[in-house]
C-alpha cells in the first residue's frame, strides 16, 4: 500500500498538536512494510525534517505577515511531486485546503478532523468564513473520516450530517510516552498549572476571577502558566486589579521534558476549557502523577474517565470550591495520580497507527 501525506499542516504549523499527531502516524506507518511519502520540501516546522530529507526552512529568518501561507501555496507549485505523480492508493490530508481535489484523479483520500470548535463556537472566530468551508467542502467528499473522539464524531454527524458509519474514531496517543523529566529552574514550591494557550475558549479570564480569591486568601500560593506566550498588558492589567499579580507567573518550556517537569511538580492541573475536540494536556498531566481538575464538557469527561475531578467552566462558584477541595485533600490527590496512571495506558500511538492503517486497507478493500 502506497499512502501519501500532503504538505498543508507542515507549512500552516511550524509546531503544534495537528502536526505532532501526523509526525507520530508518519513515523509508525513508515516502519510497516507500506509505502509512505510526505509532499512539502519549504517548511519551518519542526516535525518534518524528521520524516523526509531535504527538507528547506522558508524564510525561516524573516517576519513576515501570512508567511505560512505563502509557504503552503510555494509547496504547492514546488512540491506536490508524490500526489501529482499518481502513483499511490490512497491521500491521508492534513488540513482543509482543498487544493488537492483536482490532483486526486479518483484516487481516494481520508482526512481527520480534531474539533469542530470554530463552527460550534463561532462567536470566538472571526474571519474564518473561508476556511470553515473549505473544511466542510472537504469532509463531505472524503471517502472515510477519523475523529479523535466520540465527542468530536457527534459534532460532525450532527453539523454536516454524515452518516456515522462513514466515520471512525481512533484517539491520539501519550504525548509524552517517552518523556522524561528536565528540571525547570525558578518554580514555586507550590502552584497550580494552567498549560498553552489563554485566549476564547480556552476560559482562561474566567478561570483566573474564579480561582484568584484562593491565591489572596493563601500567599504562598501560585498559579503558573506554561506556554502562551508573556502577558498581554490587558492581562497584567486584569490580574492587578484582582491583586495577585505578584502569584500569577507565566513561564516558556524549550522542550517536552521541562514541560513535564512543570507538571510533575503541580499540586494540581487546571483544564477549564468551553471546548475541547480531544484534550492532550490531561494525558501530559495524568502521565506526570499530576492531579487532574477538568470541565465536564465536550470530549473532556471522554479522555479523562475516572482519572479527574470535573468542574462546570461557566460556573465560577464550581471552579472555585473544587480546586480548594482538591488542595485540601492530599489522599484525593494521591488517588487522582494513581487513577491518572491507569488511565493514560488507554492511549498509545502505536494503537493510533494501527488503527488508522486499518481505515486506509478498509477504504481500499484490502
Request: hydrophobic share 40%; net charge positive; aromatic share 14%.
Amino acid at each position: 500500500m502506497k499512502v501519501v501525506y500532503d504538505q498543508q499542516i507542515f507549512s500552516f504549523q511550524n509546531y503544534g498538536g495537528i502536526s505532532r499527531y501526523f509526525y507520530e502516524l508518519i513515523s509508525r506507518v513508515r516502519k510497516t512494510k507500506n509505502e509512505v511519502f510526505v509532499d512539502g520540501k519549504l517548511s519551518n516546522n519542526i516535525y518534518l525534517p524528521k520524516l523526509k530529507e531535504g527538507v528547506c526552512g522558508f524564510m525561516s529568518k524573516m517576519n513576515l505577515p501570512y508567511k505560512n501561507i505563502i509557504n503552503f501555496y510555494a509547496n504547492i507549485f514546488l512540491d506536490s511531486s508524490y500526489l501529482k505523480s499518481g502513483d499511490f492508493d490512497i491521500l491521508h490530508v492534513t488540513y482543509f485546503h482543498p487544493y488537492f481535489l483536482s490532483m486526486l484523479n479518483g484516487k481516494p483520500y481520508v482526512i481527520t478532523v480534531h474539533d469542530m470548535i470554530p463552527e460550534l463556537l463561532s462567536s470566538e472566530f472571526k474571519g474564518v468564513e473561508r476556511t470553515l468551508a473549505y473544511k466542510k467542502k472537504v469532509i463531505l467528499r472524503a471517502d472515510y473520516i477519523i475523529t479523535v473522539s466520540e465527542n468530536t464524531k457527534r459534532d460532525v454527524v450532527n453539523l454536516y450530517g454524515i452518516n456515522d458509519g462513514k466515520i471512525k474514531v481512533i484517539y491520539h496517543g501519550n504525548p509524552f510516552e517517552n518523556v522524561k523529566p528536565i528540571k525547570v529552574n525558578d518554580l514555586p514550591s507550590r502552584y497550580l498549572l494552567f498549560v498553552g494557550n489563554r485566549q476564547g475558549y480556552k476560559n482562561f479570564t474566567f478561570f483566573l476571577e474564579s480561582t484568584s480569591p484562593i491565591l489572596r486568601k493563601d500567599k504562598s500560593l501560585f498559579l503558573v502558566c506554561a506556554g502562551g506566550g508573556p502577558f498581554s498588558a490587558s492581562e497584567r492589567l486584569f490580574l492587578s486589579r484582582l491583586e495577585v499579580e505578584k502569584q500569577v507567573i507565566q513561564i516558556s518550556f524549550k522542550n517536552d521534558s521541562e514541560l513535564a517537569y512543570i507538571y510533575k511538580n503541580a499540586l494540581v492541573y487546571v483544564l477549564p476549557s468551553l471546548y475541547e475536540g480531544f484534550g492532550l494536556t490531561v494525558l501530559e498531566a495524568f502521565s506526570m502523577g499530576c492531579p487532574v481538575v477538568a470541565s465536564n464538557t465536550s470530549s473532556i469527561p471522554e479522555v479523562c474517565g475516572k482519572a479527574a475531578v470535573f468542574i462546570n467552566p461557566r460556573d465560577s462558584n464550581s471552579i472555585m470550591q473544587t480546586i480548594l477541595w482538591v488542595l485540601e485533600n492530599r489522599k484525593l490527590r494521591d488517588k487522582l495520580a494513581k487513577l491518572g496512571f491507569i488511565q493514560v495506558r488507554k492511549f498509545s500511538w502505536d494503537e493510533m497507527a494501527n488503527r488508522t492503517l486499518e481505515v486506509y486497507r478498509k477504504v481500499l478493500n484490502i
